[in-house]
């Protein structure tokens, strides 16, 4: 492993958190480097379930280093109720470390993240309205509270500061009720003196542990076609996804990465606004959404659906430098007779092979679909390739081809232990 990254691979959602738990046990740190609490995953061990929002998977492993790095943005109250709940099933958050360099979400950037919604009208972009988009626009301006400030001696006065700064756009530009500073002061203190001895400069421990070879995952969150720059613009999420991005938001090198898995599921989905060429609006799409289970763990809603689209894989592959792929949540294809895989896109009448860089042409872009056999027969207990129906195994060879990249693992269930290696 020594320096592995895993990350999402298509628009978020593709079942990382499992993976990720799983690398996450032969781990020595496992690293967040980018987002904050619009993530979610689930992860279930020992038939205890838990979900983690912010805190790294490291968590639930004993002697796990757990760091969120300099590029996560986080939400003090948020962080602690994700600690309270993890103390409420006995798991400790010792070894959970926050970076000095932290930027924090405050209440005035959860206002801002809703008020800026509204104000898009039927434009919006369906965020998750944790604020994050805010907080890092505050980053980019140079006006935020990092958590230095935030758990030092400058608490009050860094608070105060950009609390009537934010306040003057709340009202000013959206007409919104200003945040009390005073009772913001009250209830943020006391988690600031919660917070504190997590505080530090965590990039000296990454280094450190990837300089003495120990084995170090880093976890990504949201998915590639999120990404700030290379996702579809405007419609991501304000951070980087990309396997560049955990350099930057780790504050580690790129030698530190040894290997990059990208995860994928075996068909296409995307919560929030935005093109998607392979979106099923059919009985199809229904009946993945139903057997996939696709609903959103952070907000509960619904996730639109489509058939697995090989240019996005490609365009993964490339952008990320995967090393490998993992297709995961096969099994809720079962039942339907055949397989469609999106192979290229038709762009007013020219075959595109490369993702489009405009939103606008992805708009236009229909899907060229190359078309496999389904399969019937319950895959879920499967623990080897050759176990599969043919039908499967021929399906994921394709994609392997298609994608250009070694497809190493596959996902045939929730469960923990209901993936296949394939060597
Ligand atoms: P934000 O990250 O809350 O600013 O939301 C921006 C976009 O990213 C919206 O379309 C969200 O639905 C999407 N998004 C953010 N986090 C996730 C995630 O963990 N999975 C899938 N989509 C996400």
């Not at 872009?365 to 390739?385: A, L, M, N, Q, W």
């Not at 392997?400 to 596959?410: A, D, H, Q, T």
């Amino acid at each position: 492993m020594p320096g592995k990254v895993i990350l999402g691979a298509q628009w978020g959602d593709e079942g990382k958190g499992k993976f990720i738990d799983i690398f996450a046990g032969e781990a020595d740190l496992v690293v967040r480097s980018q987002g904050g609490n619009n993530a979610g995953h689930t992860v279930v061990v020992n038939g205890e379930t838990y979900k983690l929002q912010l805190i790294p998977s490291g968590i639930l492993y004993k002697d796990c280093v757990n760091i969120i790095g300099p590029g996560v943005v986080v939400d003090p109250r948020a962080i602690l109720k994700e600690i309270d709940g993890l103390a409420a099933k006995g798991v400790s958050a010792d070894k959970l470390f926050i970076d000095a360099r932290c930027h924090c979400i405050l209440p005035w950037h959860l206002e801002l993240d809703a008020l800026s919604e509204k104000a898009r009208g039927g434009d919006d972009i369906g965020t998750t309205k944790k604020g994050i988009g805010p907080t890092y626009m505050d980053k980019a301006e140079r006006i935020g509270v990092r958590m230095h400030d935030f758990v030092g001696g400058r608490f009050e006065e860094a608070m105060r500061e950009a609390c009537a700064r934010k306040n003057k756009v709340i009202t000013g530009v959206y007409g919104g009720d200003p945040v009390d500073i005073e009772a913001v002061l009250a209830e943020y203190r006391g988690y600031a003196e919660r917070l504190r001895s997590h505080v530090r400069d965590t990039t000296v421990m990454t280094y450190e542990a990837v300089k003495s070879g120990k084995n170090v995952l880093f976890e990504g969150a949201q998915g590639t076609l999120l990404d700030l720059d290379m996702g579809t613009y405007p419609y991501v999420t304000s951070s980087h996804p990309v396997s560049g991005g955990c350099c930057i938001g780790s504050g580690v090198g790129p030698t530190a990465i040894t290997e990059i898995m990208g995860i994928c599921k075996s068909y296409t989905t995307r919560v929030g606004k935005g093109p998607f060429p392979t979106e099923l609006f059919d009985e199809t799409g229904d009946y993945i959404r139903k057997a996939g289970g696709e609903f959103g763990t952070v907000t509960g809603r619904p996730r639109r659906t489509g058939w697995f689209d090989a240019v996005i894989a490609r365009y993964a592959v490339r952008v990320n430098g995967l090393t490998e792929l993992v297709i995961n949540k096969i099994d809720p294809l079962c039942g339907l007779p055949k397989l469609k895989v999106c192979v290229a896109y038709d762009f007013k009448g020219e075959r595109l092979t490369e993702f489009p860089a405009d939103f606008a042409d992805l708009e236009h872009c229909k899907p060229v679909y190359e078309e496999f056999d389904g399969f019937t027969e319950d895959i879920t207990g499967c623990r080897s390739f050759d176990e599969l129906p043919v039908s499967v195994q021929d399906y994921i060879r394709e994609l392997e081809r298609i994608c250009g990249c070694r497809v190493s693992m596959l996902g045939v269930g929730p469960a923990r232990d209901q993936v296949i290696a394939i060597r």
